[in-house]
């Protein structure tokens, strides 16, 4: 009432009544993110036409979601079941520095595979080894589509050097001051790795992001390592574990199983 002047209401009660006849309700908020990308539709085509290559032909092709995930030895606020009162569930805290951890995956979008590793930073040579660890999981694959996001990095030269040459229509533009071709060091292969870049801004199309929540949801959430990072550390990796070999469950999860 106070912010609407041409509202003439004598009550709370009054403005309740008139909000509910206008099936006006108080929500919390979500979040919301669109994509700006222009190319959307074509990109989002481009996925849809390497994944029905690969349900054609699953014995040649392999189509994997990559994505890259961190923790920090301080446990992160939820919801938690506690006695009724005053009693409140807690995240107890470590006086030790909040160190992070970084974890990077491929959900391969028929079988739920994994591939996985974790390490304290995902440097340009770990993710090229990365890659080589991936092509080791499917030995087999004459390609493996790697679908993720727009991180300047998955296009590094010292990176791309491990791969086969590259078929994508579309690229991200890498920052104006890095070199065009690998440095010396940069290991050099041909990794039967085609990767697929998706729009900007658009993670509800990485189904890997769901297994990031489900790990937090499990583990990090409320956790009572944060004294022992080593233990915390293991407990996500062993998480991550089970799903070495082809999941049902994973697949479920994410939202790739069909129905």
């Given at each position: 009432?106070?912010s609407?002047?041409?509202l003439?209401?004598?009550s709370?009660?009054?403005?309740?009544?008139l909000?509910?006849?206008?099936?006006?309700?108080y929500?919390?908020?979500?979040d919301?993110?669109h994509?700006?990308?222009?190319e959307?539709?074509?990109?989002?085509?481009?996925?849809?036409?390497?994944?029905?290559?690969?349900?054609?032909?699953?014995?040649?092709?392999?189509?994997?979601?990559?994505?890259?995930?961190?923790?920090?030895?301080?446990p992160?606020?939820?919801w938690?079941?506690?006695?009724?009162?005053?009693?409140?569930?807690?995240?107890?805290?470590?006086?030790?520095?909040?160190?992070?951890?970084?974890?990077i995956?491929?959900?391969?979008?028929?079988?739920?595979?994994?591939?996985?590793?974790?390490?304290?930073?995902?440097t340009?040579?770990?993710?090229?080894?990365f890659?080589?660890?991936?092509?080791?999981?499917?030995?087999?694959?004459?390609?493996?589509?790697?679908?993720?996001?727009?991180?300047?990095v998955?296009?590094?030269?010292?990176?791309?050097?491990?791969?086969?040459?590259?078929?994508?229509?579309?690229?991200?533009?890498?920052?104006?001051?890095?070199?065009?071709?690998?440095?010396?060091?940069?290991?050099?292969?041909?990794?039967?790795?085609?990767?697929?870049?998706?729009p900007?801004?658009?993670?509800?199309?990485?189904p890997?992001?769901?297994?990031?929540r489900?790990?937090?949801?499990?583990?990090?959430?409320?956790?009572r390592?944060s004294?022992d990072?080593?233990?915390?550390?293991?407990?996500?990796h062993?998480?991550?574990?089970?799903?070495?070999?082809?999941?049902?469950?994973?697949?479920?999860?994410?939202?790739?199983?069909?129905?």
């Amino acid at each position: 009432m106070q912010s609407c002047e041409w509202l003439r209401l004598h009550s709370e009660s009054g403005l309740w009544r008139l909000l509910d006849r206008l099936k006006i309700s108080y929500k919390r908020a979500r979040d919301y993110l669109h994509s700006p990308d222009r190319e959307y539709r074509e990109k989002v085509a481009y996925l849809q036409q390497c994944l029905q290559q690969t349900l054609d032909a699953p014995e040649r092709y392999v189509l994997v979601y990559l994505d890259e995930f961190g923790f920090e030895r301080q446990p992160s606020l939820s919801w938690a079941y506690s006695q009724r009162g005053s009693n409140f569930p807690l995240a107890r805290r470590s006086c030790r520095s909040n160190t992070q951890c970084r974890g990077i995956g491929a959900l391969n979008a028929l079988t739920g595979q994994l591939t996985y590793e974790q390490h304290s930073k995902i440097t340009l040579p770990r993710l090229s080894h990365f890659y080589h660890h991936l092509v080791d999981d499917y030995s087999w694959a004459e390609c493996i589509f790697v679908v993720q996001d727009n991180w300047p990095v998955h296009v590094h030269p010292d990176v791309l050097a491990r791969l086969q040459p590259q078929h994508s229509p579309f690229w991200p533009s890498p920052p104006a001051n890095w070199p065009t071709q690998p440095r010396p060091r940069a290991v050099r292969d041909t990794l039967p790795i085609q990767l697929i870049f998706l729009p900007t801004y658009s993670p509800w199309l990485n189904p890997i992001e769901q297994l990031w929540r489900w790990v937090r949801h499990d583990v990090l959430h409320l956790h009572r390592f944060s004294d022992d990072w080593l233990a915390l550390k293991q407990r996500v990796h062993d998480f991550m574990a089970r799903f070495a070999t082809p999941s049902l469950d994973l697949l479920n999860y994410v939202g790739l199983l069909p129905s």
